[in-house]
């Protein structure tokens, strides 16, 4: 199984970008997957999820900013990041665990079974 994100960039407050996922190894459409941010000197935290019947659920900084899709073609995860603000900054990772759908505890870390490298996302003000 393997994830990679691509997509993260610098870019002014205000600012939108779209993140990717590729993943390799299993079925993005059959499984609870993440979007997590982390900022320098600071833990990991859930941003956004979606699960196998397309729910997403997010956290309340980006409700309405942010929108996590799933391309079922390309297998492929999607964090589309709009209205960007400076502490939106951080290294974003996508996740997966084997479970078809995405609970409460989405959130956790520790529920994931696989993650990616990670890629930048830098807003400045």
């Known amino acids: 199984v393997q994830l990679v994100e691509s997509g993260g960039d610098s870019v002014q407050a205000g600012g939108s970008l779209t993140l990717s996922c590729k993943v390799s190894?299993?079925?993005?459409?059959?499984?609870?997957m993440a979007w997590f941010r982390q900022a320098p000197g600071k833990a990991r935290v859930g941003v956004a999820s979606?699960?196998?019947?397309?729910?997403?659920r997010y956290a309340d900084s980006v409700r309405g900013r942010f929108t996590i899709s799933q391309a079922n073609a390309e297998n492929t995860l999607y964090l589309y990041l709009s209205s960007l603000k400076p502490e939106d900054t951080g290294m974003y990772y996508c996740a997966s665990r084997s479970k078809f759908f995405c609970d409460s505890g989405w959130p956790r870390t520790g529920v994931y079974n696989y993650w990616g490298q990670g890629t930048q996302v830098t807003v400045s003000s």
């Open positions: 979606i699960g196998g019947q397309g729910v997403a």
């Open positions: 190894g299993y079925t993005v459409s059959r499984s609870c």
